[in-house]
């Protein structure tokens, strides 16, 4: 992933919003990482025209206000936010919830590990894919 786009981190959680800050920093992502702690702040982040649309959304689906489920099916109203690539990363297991992420158009599906290892490799497993995948440009 070009370092110079942004990410967008959905995630109320702080131990994991600093679990996912340090294993960015362990793998050497250095992409600036915006940070918003429910739903509801995500879609003002995103329909505020002087932040930069993401490159990517790491999304958590449990969330108070507005849960990461919510978040998508509000986000693919808006024929621009829709075309953000978003992963979901979760404790959640639910096949529900696994079928209702995919029908709202998400682009992965990850539990988060407890253990830190497992958890760095989902991250770098993350970062490598978007690295060499081709997304379209944001402006059309």
């Known amino acids: 992933m070009n370092s110079t786009i942004s990410i967008l981190l959905v995630e109320d959680d702080q131990v994991d919003v600093m679990t996912i800050k340090r294993a960015f920093s362990d793998i050497h992502i250095t992409n600036p990482v915006n940070v918003c702690e429910n739903g509801v702040k995500a879609l ?10 993401p490159g990517i959304i790491l999304l ?9 489920i919510e978040f998508l099916q509000e986000i693919n109203k808006d024929s621009r936010l829709k075309l953000i690539p978003v992963v979901v990363l979760t404790t959640s297991k639910e096949e529900q919830d696994k079928i209702e992420t995919y029908k709202l158009g998400v682009a992965g599906y990850m539990i988060k590990p407890v253990d830190y290892l497992q958890f760095v490799e989902i991250i770098r497993t993350i970062h490598l894919y978007w690295t060499i995948c081709e997304l379209p440009n944001s402006d059309n």
Not at 60 to 68: A, F, V
Request: charged residues 25%; aromatic residues 6%; proline residues 11%.
């Open 44 to 53: 003002e982040y995103l329909q505020n025209p002087e932040n930069e649309i």
């Open 60 to 68: 958590d689906l449990n969330m108070p206000k507005m849960n990461g």
